[in-house]
């Protein structure tokens, strides 16, 4: 059931009402939210099934709970640092679960909800505001209001300044607020909870403590940008590595190795292998790291010219940068050339840049292994250079000295990259014209490591079942959607369920399937209502209109569609669809990477 989207989110009710305060932030990512469920709990909600059927995302947001789910990292995907790629499964489960939480909370109270402090929590809470916002309009007697929602607090430092990031987020909500628009208070909100919550906050704390010994804040600056990363706390990231480039000047090579010690504390992810400590060895080592740690934030918020400065600055960066390690030097091109050869589009600069970035790490006879892994990245990204000018034969050969150069490494950035490379040249020979190389490149894939977990088979088998339509062979094609829609449900993955579920019953419709594409279409609108998600739950009743043999209800689906904040394009083509809305169903990709726009701003 629906509920009309026509209500001011800042008209604050006469009545009775819930209030809670959002207003933490930013040493850790969720405080906002959490704080916020703490009011709800506190007046007695129990958010119904969302804390048991999401146990390992109500572990990240109270996490003293006990909690018997496995680990969120261990099912679903992270961000990647050496990619460049911003998208986080895991932090979007999160925040699905916490506005999940937040909707049914205010149903079950039976008031509205008036949120304050929004535009003064993390960022990463405010994009999970945002989400509620959207799955409100999903849920009868779910009403969320924002009070004062333009007021922000002062940014900590220059660069970490995310007022126009929490601008488009309010936007997103549909509120008219421009950047210019916000309002810096001064009220006392710590940055750090007097006991926090996580150890993304207590690293924050002493990485930020003023009376700190210069070690002990440089160390925990580098586990805090760590932890950080992992829960897209960029303006956190930003604000400790600048802190940490402060403390630099002065700090002798000597104690280098000492703070890096004090680093290597587990930071609670599988395999972790993002902003690895291992290769800082100098002080200049210690300054490239923060400055790399600012040019992923400042990438991953669209910034990218900046992001370019301080990825160059990884080298050039104050007298010690003499003193830079082979591998330092080479990250700080291997950065720029991402950034030139993804973001910007300059592909000329960015191979000039990867000739430096040969040249800091060329092979030597008796390298360590970290050089030529290096080296191995450099291939990688020397291949996305050739396949984005169509030079498909140089790119596959790049690839090829990329598996060359961490032979027998197995490392976890080692078996990242070796799990990279087996999909890239699966890609190669997509593009080229060659799905069934494709296809036995892509089995390759399960000889790698952690290829028998279920978030790597859901995307596994997710492609075969593309790989196989390029093929024409759709029985088997349905068999694996089928499997990577098993490895969804396994642990409650209504976003991939959705997806999947809408393209298999696309797929089934071309195969005059009709019973077995209602059924699909009647799942997929049961996960995108879990989900709170309009636009895909339209998709869903117009897929199942037309399975049914008859003409989509142009009203309902009209209607629903223009519930979503998420999606106002793509949902204003299927409101105007005109009765034929299959045009607009989705088909089986090759990949099931998807952005997971119920969270994102334009960035």
Not at 141 to 146: N, S
Not at 160 to 183: H, Q
Not at 467 to 474: C, E, N, Q, Y
Request: a negative charge.
């Amino acid at each position: 059931m629906t509920v009309s989207s026509e209500h001011d989110l800042r008209a604050v009710p006469t009545g009775p009402t819930v209030e809670v305060d959002a207003g933490r932030g930013p040493a850790e990512s969720f405080a906002g939210l959490r704080a916020a469920l703490a009011g709800l709990r506190a007046a007695g909600a129990t958010f119904t099934d969302v804390p048991q059927r999401g146990g390992p995302e109500w572990r990240e947001l109270f996490p003293a709970e006990p909690c018997d789910a496995p680990p969120l990292a261990e099912i679903a995907l992270a961000p990647s640092e050496r990619r460049l790629h911003r998208e986080s499964e895991q932090v979007f489960r999160v925040l699905a679960a916490g506005a999940a939480a937040l909707c049914h909370g205010a149903v079950e109270l039976g008031r509205p909800v008036v949120i304050r402090g929004v535009g003064e929590t993390d960022l990463a809470s405010l994009r999970g505001f945002m989400r509620a916002v959207e799955h409100a309009r999903l849920l009868d007697g779910a009403r969320l209001v924002l009070a004062d929602p333009a007021t922000v607090r002062a940014p900590l430092s220059p660069v970490a300044d995310l007022r126009a990031e929490r601008a488009r987020c309010l936007t997103r909500m549909g509120l008219d607020v421009s950047a210019a628009g916000l309002a810096v208070v001064t009220r006392a909100a710590p940055a750090v909870p007097s006991i926090p919550a996580t150890g993304e906050g207590r690293h924050f704390a002493v990485a930020t403590a003023g009376d700190a010994d210069v070690v002990d804040r440089l160390a925990a600056a580098l586990v805090y940008t760590r932890l950080a990363f992992f829960s897209a706390n960029w303006e956190g990231m930003a604000a400790v590595a600048a802190t940490g480039l402060s403390l630099i000047d002065g700090l002798p090579d000597s104690r280098v190795a000492e703070l890096v010690a004090a680093a290597e504390a587990p930071v609670g992810q599988a395999d972790a292998i993002e902003f690895e400590p291992a290769i800082v060895r100098t002080t200049a080592d210690v300054r490239a790291f923060f400055h790399k740690v600012l040019g992923v934030q400042a990438t991953f918020r669209g910034l990218q010219e900046e992001a370019l400065g301080h990825f160059r600055r990884m080298r050039d960066d104050g007298e010690d940068a003499a003193g830079l390690s082979p591998e330092s030097r080479a990250q700080s091109h291997l950065y720029s050339a991402l950034t030139l050869a993804k973001r910007l589009r300059r592909v000329d600069e960015a191979t000039a840049e990867l000739a430096e970035g040969f040249a800091a790490v060329r092979e030597r006879a008796g390298e360590p292994d970290s050089v030529r892994r290096e080296r191995g990245w450099l291939h990688n990204l020397q291949a996305l250079a050739y396949f984005s000018r169509r030079k498909l034969r140089s790119a596959f050969e790049h690839e090829k000295q990329a598996l060359g150069c961490i032979e027998g490494l197995d490392d976890a950035s080692s078996i990242h990259l070796r799990v990279n490379l087996f999909s890239n040249l699966s890609v190669l020979q997509e593009k080229a014209g060659k799905p069934e190389q494709a296809i036995r490149t892509w089995n390759k894939f399960t000889e790698a490591a952690g290829s028998s977990d279920t978030a790597f088979l859901k995307h596994h088998a997710y492609r075969a079942a593309g790989l196989k339509l390029l093929i024409g062979d759709r029985e088997e094609a349905i068999d694996d959607l089928a499997r990577s829609l098993a490895c969804a449900a396994e642990f409650d993955d209504d976003f991939h369920e959705t997806e999947i579920r809408l393209e298999t019953g696309t797929l089934l419709l071309a195969e005059k399937r009709r019973e077995q594409a209602a059924e699909h279409f009647t799942r997929a609108r049961a996960a995108a209502q879990r989900l709170g998600d309009p636009y895909r739950s339209s998709l869903a009743l117009a897929g199942l209109g037309v399975a049914r043999g008859g003409p989509a209800d142009e009203g309902a689906v009209a209607r629903l569609a223009g519930l979503s904040l998420s999606r106002p394009r793509a949902a204003a083509d299927l409101a105007g669809s005109a009765g034929a809305p299959d045009a607009l169903l989705p088909w089986p990709h090759t990949k099931l990477n998807r952005p997971f726009d119920l969270i994102n701003f334009d960035g």
